[in-house]
């Protein structure tokens, strides 16, 4: 009998391991990937929307056992969990030289990854400018190492890792690139990728007797929306579009006046530029609403690029029954960009560099979608 008894703990012990451990052969046919961003959620789901159930820092390496919808799948302190793939990059290029010799190059390259950060010079240790899409193409100014330098829409230039690009006439992506390492997405067939042509009315909310939310330190949503809104503008009329602004000013103007000003014009998209605030010191991060399904897209490519530009937690996209939304001829987001009731969104929010990056975010966003 306690021979029995000891092969029946033998076995369980076995079938534990099996079920519960990932075996070294599994995880060593997969890539190890390092994150690129300074703090990165990890997920129960792979969805923005889902739990988060812990952190990671830039750095920190990853071993991937499956891709999902831009999503990879790892295991975290012992359970399943997933990562936004396009704030991690393969350690073995993470691993070359970022001292490689900067040479000329000519041609055209092609963003072939579900979403890629621009950065400010050849490594994920650059400071993030600015967020591309699949099927973008940038003429090629020159390459350094495993890098493009690319002429960007407002006629500035930026950096993108050529591993998660398709290019021409340019040098080819490293043979030990796994095809793994990009998610296949079909690529948009488009010559054009500023806005000309496009009337975007621009909303800063609240002004004048109505200060809207009201931070640390009474600081009044109104008064940062109006810098933030300036930036904006600035970025999207660089990009070619035609900007009009519902108040140029702290003065108030009505729900129906803003409503009535989107509709006079042959307006492509109403972006409604807020703050948010809230009891609960703790909440944070930035959001886009929508109101109507058919304007559910325009929110997602506007989210989509704000969460992969600023250092925000996001929130993702949500539906409400907002009035500048419900009325509006145009498609129409509002947009929550931080909230100044939590001393951490507070103090990044009301920087130049991330209403700048804001202003990019945005553009980068009209532009996926309208394209």
Do not use: C
Request: charged letters at 15%.
């Amino acid at each position: 009998m306690r021979k029995i008894r000891h092969f029946s703990i033998f076995i369980g012990f076995l079938l534990f391991l099996f079920l519960f451990i990932p075996s070294a052969s599994h995880a060593e046919s997969k890539d190890t990937y390092e994150v690129g961003t300074s703090i990165l959620n990890v997920r129960a789901e792979p969805a923005n929307n889902s739990s988060i159930i812990g952190l990671l820092s830039e750095g920190d390496q990853v071993v991937v056992f499956q891709e999902k919808y831009g999503w990879v799948q790892t295991y975290y302190g012992g359970e399943e969990a997933w990562i936004a793939k396009h704030h991690l990059v393969p350690v073995s290029i993470t691993e070359k030289s970022s001292h490689s010799v900067s040479q000329a190059a000519s041609g055209k390259i092609t963003v072939s990854a579900r979403s890629v950060n621009v950065r400010s010079g050849p490594g994920t240790d650059y400071s993030i400018i600015g967020s591309t899409y699949s099927g973008d193409t940038y003429n090629l100014v020159e390459s350094s190492g495993e890098w493009h330098k690319v002429s960007l829409a407002n006629g500035s230039t930026g950096w993108i890792a050529g591993w998660l690009t398709n290019s021409s006439d340019t040098e080819e992506v490293p043979s030990n690139t796994n095809s793994d390492n990009v998610v296949n997405v079909p690529t948009k067939q488009t010559t054009d990728k500023s806005l000309a042509g496009y009337n975007i009315v621009l909303d800063p909310g609240h002004g004048g007797k109505d200060p809207g939310a009201i931070g640390l330190g009474g600081i009044y949503e109104k008064d940062v929306i109006t810098s933030t809104t300036g930036k904006v503008a600035e970025q999207l009329r660089n990009a070619g579009a035609t900007v009009i602004v519902t108040r140029s000013g702290d003065y108030f103007v009505s729900l129906n006046e803003r409503v009535r000003i989107n509709n006079v014009y042959n307006t492509h998209a109403f972006v409604s530029l807020h703050y948010n605030a809230y009891p609960i010191i703790a909440v944070n991060g930035v959001s886009t609403y929508y109101s109507s399904e058919s304007d559910q897209n325009l929110a997602r490519d506007v989210q989509a690029s704000l969460a992969s530009t600023v250092n925000m937690y996001d929130r993702g996209v949500m539906q409400a029954d907002y009035r500048v939304l419900r009325y509006s001829n145009a498609p129409s987001i509002l947009m929550e960009l931080g909230f100044i009731t939590n001393p951490n969104d507070l103090s990044i929010v009301q920087t130049a560099d991330y209403q700048s990056k804001v202003a990019q975010a945005v553009t980068n966003g009209l532009i996926n979608y309208f394209h």
